[in-house]
């Protein structure tokens, strides 16, 4: 096995951290269509059923903190359309996360790389991110700015 395929291998009996095989692309096609596995698995990784250890949970919160922001970003689209400069940094954002989903092969190395992007990711949600309050609602968030 050569060094990029072990790097992208993962650590399949050792800790568990490797993404499932079928996600691993071996040809062309299988690019395009792997390639939203890869990306959700990059971006949200570990999912519940892939938690092995305690250490994984930790992962796993940070997971669900990156899809709540996925979720405000969502949310926030028009926003981010109508305004170039959050339209370029959404775009340079996706590029970015889909390039290393393709070389990350385990949610340990996931979770280091992402947290490059969580600056992007918060800037783009930072409209909505007032809605963390409890008993906030997007109107008050709105009045609030």
Request: glycine share 8%; aromatic share 12%; net charge positive.
């Given at each position: 096995?050569?060094?990029?395929?072990r790097?992208?291998?993962g650590s399949?009996?050792?800790?568990?951290?490797?993404?499932p095989?079928?996600?691993?692309?071996s040809?062309?096609?299988?690019l395009l269509?792997?390639l939203p596995?890869?990306?959700a698995y990059?971006?949200?990784?570990?999912f519940?059923?892939?938690v092995?250890?305690?250490?994984?949970l930790?992962?796993?919160?940070d997971?669900?903190?990156y899809?709540?922001?996925?979720?405000?970003?969502w949310?926030?689209?028009a926003?981010?359309?109508a305004?170039?400069a959050?339209?370029?940094?959404?775009?340079?954002?996706v590029a970015?996360i889909?390039v290393?989903?393709?070389?990350v092969?385990?949610?340990?190395?996931?979770?280091?790389?992402r947290?490059?992007f969580?600056a992007?990711?918060?800037i783009?949600?930072?409209?909505?991110?007032?809605?963390?309050r409890?008993?906030?609602s997007?109107?008050?968030a709105?009045?609030?700015?």
């Open positions: 096995m050569n060094i990029v395929e790097r992208t291998h399949d009996g050792e800790i568990g951290a490797s993404f095989e079928w996600t691993k692309i040809t062309v096609p299988e269509v792997k596995a890869r990306v990059f971006v949200y990784a570990p519940p059923w892939d092995n250890k305690p250490a994984h930790i992962g796993l919160l997971g669900i903190l899809l709540l922001l996925t979720v405000f970003i949310r926030n689209r926003m981010i359309w305004d170039p959050a339209r370029a940094i959404l775009f340079i954002l970015y889909v290393f989903s393709f070389g092969g385990n949610f340990g190395a996931g979770i280091r790389h947290a490059k969580v992007g990711f918060i783009l949600a930072a409209p909505l991110l007032p809605m963390l409890f008993g906030s997007l109107k008050t709105k009045k609030k700015l």
